[in-house]
């Protein structure tokens, strides 16, 4: 039975992942999607979910992250961390600050299974070969509260979930909506879940890519490339204070194959939160919104051993960092929208329902508008 719930589960993402805002002409920005439109885009970066949806109450997931397929703690990338709104449970911050890098996949999972996400994170860096000897590792894991259809209190996540997310990662295609981390989540009033989109520079501006995927868990007043459709559907923060909450949190996670260091990946994350703003998100008092960021390009890696005492890398120099910003909120601007896009209409934790958006109600809304033809 297990089995095919499991199977049907697929097959509906399947299906609604050939049909993204943009398939029914939402076009967000002005620069160019990368060939799937999403972070695996970025060369090497892999992305692998876990999705539990088990009896009448579960509805939760891990989803990570993989910068590349070689031995990260050996070989780490860059990253920083952005701080839209601090209310979460994002482990592993204060070493990628400090340092300047990431040494493990990133994970994102739900609030209380972040101990969970950091030993299953930790359990597979330990078992790599080549990493025999080491002793300390830190685990990236973010997190949202799916509390309202997932009985989150049970703790069901284990670390071999988080494992087998990691196991399973692959390039390519990336399943959206209500899957993995996204499995439980609520983004303005609709079901919300996982997201993911890209850019591509022009040639004249480096020709580099950046890819953003997103877990999609917050409120304020819905906006699709301009058109306030929370307005007009009458569904945003404070029309009606009962229903309509606006806490929750959403993570952003930014690849990019341009050679950036950690400060400037650090300015690269910024303009990802501008990219939720665009969306009408407002960083509520309760919502923890963090950007992660990082560079996969081969000439700033840092390896964990050297011999050397010092280094020297190639890096994209500040006045060119203007195209990349641009290309982050674009991206994270759709990623959000492509996550309420492909969830669907979940029925969770105590008889809870949390309806999909009403993607021909919006389309409609986006024609009088004029923003779809």
């Not at 970025?42 to 397929?69: D, F, M, Y």
């Not at 830190?138 to 996540?157: C, F, P, S, W």
């Not at 997310?165 to 439980?184: C, D, F, H, L, R």
């Not at 005492?309 to 190639?314: G, K």
Request: glycine share 12%.
């Amino acid at each position: 039975m297990r089995a095919l719930l499991y199977l049907l589960i697929l097959i509906t993402f399947s299906t609604h992942a050939q049909k993204r805002a943009r398939d029914y002409g939402i076009k967000i920005g002005v620069l160019t999607p990368g060939k799937l439109n999403a972070i695996t885009d970025v060369a090497g970066v892999k992305v692998g979910h876990k999705t539990l949806i088990e009896g009448s109450n579960i509805r939760t997931g891990v989803t990570v992250i993989l910068p590349h397929e070689g031995n990260l703690f050996q070989d780490k990338v860059p990253g920083a961390i952005f701080v839209g709104n601090g209310f979460g449970k994002l482990a592993g911050t204060t070493q990628v600050m400090e340092l300047g890098n990431i040494e493990t996949p990133i994970a994102l999972t739900n609030t209380l299974s972040v101990p969970a996400g950091m030993e299953g994170v930790a359990r597979y860096m330990l078992s790599q070969q080549g990493n025999e000897n080491v002793q300390s590792v830190n685990a990236l894991v973010g997190e949202t509260n799916d509390g309202y259809l997932n009985d989150i209190r049970g703790m069901h996540i284990t670390a071999q979930h988080v494992k087998d997310a990691i196991m399973q990662a692959q390039g390519g295609p990336v399943a959206e909506g209500n899957v993995g981390a996204g499995t439980g989540t609520i983004c303005f009033g609709f079901k919300g879940g996982i997201g993911t989109a890209s850019r591509i520079l022009p040639q004249k501006a480096g020709g580099f890519t950046v890819g953003v995927l997103v877990q999609t868990n917050f409120g304020g007043v819905l906006q699709i490339d301009g058109v306030p459709i929370g307005e007009v559907l009458k569904k945003f923060y404070m029309s009606d204070q009962l229903q309509n909450t606006v806490d929750g949190s959403c993570m952003m996670v930014v690849a990019t194959d341009a050679p950036l260091d950690a400060r400037n990946l650090e300015r690269l994350a910024k303009r990802a939160f501008m990219g939720l703003a665009k969306t009408g998100g407002i960083a509520s008092n309760g919502s923890g919104d963090y950007v992660i960021a990082f560079s996969t390009h081969a000439a700033v890696r840092v390896a964990h051993n050297s011999d050397q005492r010092t280094y020297t890398h190639t890096q994209l120099t500040n006045d060119n960092m203007s195209p990349l910003f641009m290309a982050a909120i674009e991206a994270t601007e759709e990623a959000i929208i492509n996550s309420l896009w492909a969830a669907e209409t979940m029925t969770g934790k105590d008889g809870r329902t949390i309806q999909a958006l009403p993607r021909e109600e919006v389309i409609k809304i986006m024609k009088q508008h004029g923003a779809v033809k």
